[in-house]
């Protein structure tokens, strides 16, 4: 009686043993059957890639255009790159000329604030409006690190197992003397395979400058606006985008009958934006300066974008081609603040700009005439 227990006992262990042989069995088959059949290994997931900020608002804003403004997409001469602009022609009858408008680079070139008001309101009133998006600058690149400056500060003492392994190593070159002058080959061929990605990143092509991606954009505008008919040309800059103006006309003063108009003007950032102070002294052309700010003695306005020192430096230069006008600020209402705005660039513009050109034919045709020049000829 006792026996029975112990036998059922071990029939069922050796029972369990080959159901589990089975099982494992089974699973080598169908690995075995996986691999036969060449099945690959699931593919690894697609790199990130970052979105195209420029192209998202291009999208977002030709969605809200009005039908009076044109989209214009044109062709700046660099493969590949196009001047994506709002254009409006004039629609009082009375054709005034042509308005470049570089918008700030926070903003866009339809910005409700500024742009999209002063885009519309002086179409209204004689001028062709050509409001251009200025893309993203590129930030600069992450420098990649090329030392290992943890372990240059604190170099690591060998261990023990290193210290042995060298041993290993020293007698064994002091054996086989055929394997010791073969590395001096292998390290000279590691350093040359080094050396070439670093000689591929030295004669790699400069990337261009932000400044003439704005060249050729200013370029293409006003070529579109003389194929409209016009010869009279100002460039209006809000914020950062009258810097940029600024630079446009100083560069193509001599080839293009230009005009600049700044609104609210700063400097933009990076290490390598331009600077409206020095810019400046150097246009010949009418420059014509709008700001919102109070009245602050130059003395006590430590910024140096302050009005007042564009102000004082046009004085110092004898620039007397600079206009400064300040407007009142009506930030608690947006609308009439502006209608403030669009009265005080049109005032500006018919003082400076139609009127000056007004006075100087004026002046032309009632200069008197020499005796020289109305005497016979020979006499």
């Known amino acids: ?8 006992l071990l029939i069922c262990l050796l029972s369990f043993s080959s159901v589990s042989a089975e099982e494992n069995e089974a699973t080598d088959t169908a690995a075995a059957e996986a691999a036969a059949s060449g099945a690959q290994p699931s593919e690894p997931p697609p790199p990130r890639t970052e979105p195209d900020v420029d192209k998202n608002i291009i999208n977002n804003l030709i969605s809200r255009i009005t039908p009076e403004t044109e989209i214009l997409q044109l062709d700046t001469g660099k493969e590949g790159e196009k001047l994506i602009g709002f254009y409006r022609i004039e629609g009082s009858g009375f054709k ?33 409006t050509l409001a251009i998006y200025l893309p993203q600058e590129k930030e600069a690149p992450i420098p990649k690190r090329t030392l290992p400056v943890m372990q240059a500060i604190t170099p690591s003492a060998p261990t023990d197992s290193e210290t042995s392994d060298s ?54 505008a006003i070529k579109h606006l003389e194929q409209q008919g ?21 560069k193509h003063q001599e080839t293009q009958d230009l005009r600049l108009l700044m ?35 130059v003395g006590q306005n430590l910024q140096p974008e302050a009005p007042e020192r564009r102000l004082r430096l046009a004085r110092h230069k004898r620039m007397n081609n ?14 009439k603040d502006q209608t403030w705005l669009l009265k005080h660039v049109r005032g500006i513009l018919n003082t400076y700009v139609i009127k000056a050109e ?22």
């Open 1 to 8: 009686m006792n026996r029975n227990p112990i036998f059922l």
């Open 96 to 128: 005034q000329g042509g308005i470049i408008m570089f918008p700030d680079q926070k903003t866009h070139l339809d910005w409700p604030e500024d742009m999209n008001y002063l885009r519309e309101g002086l179409a209204e009133y004689g001028w062709h």
């Open 167 to 220: 041993e290993e190593t020293e007698d064994t070159a002091t054996e086989e003397p055929a394997i010791e002058s073969s590395e001096p080959a292998t390290a000279a061929t590691t350093t040359e395979s080094e050396a070439e990605p670093m000689q591929a990143e030295e004669t790699a092509e400069p990337e261009e400058k932000y400044k003439e991606k704005i060249f050729r954009l200013g370029q293409t």
């Open 230 to 250: 016009l010869k009279r040309f100002v460039v209006l800059g809000i914020g950062t985008g009258a810097t940029w103006a600024a630079q446009y006309v100083q």
């Open 263 to 297: 609104v609210d003007a700063r400097n933009p950032e990076g290490p390598n934006a331009p600077n409206l102070m020095k810019i400046l002294p150097e246009i010949k052309d009418t420059i014509m300066d709008l700001h919102h700010t109070a009245r602050v003695p």
């Open 322 to 335: 600079f206009h400064q006008s300040r407007m009142p600020a009506t930030r608690d209402n947006w609308k």
């Open 358 to 379: 007004q006075n100087q034919r004026s002046v032309k045709l009632n200069a008197p005439v020499s005796k020289s020049a109305e005497a016979a000829p020979g006499g």
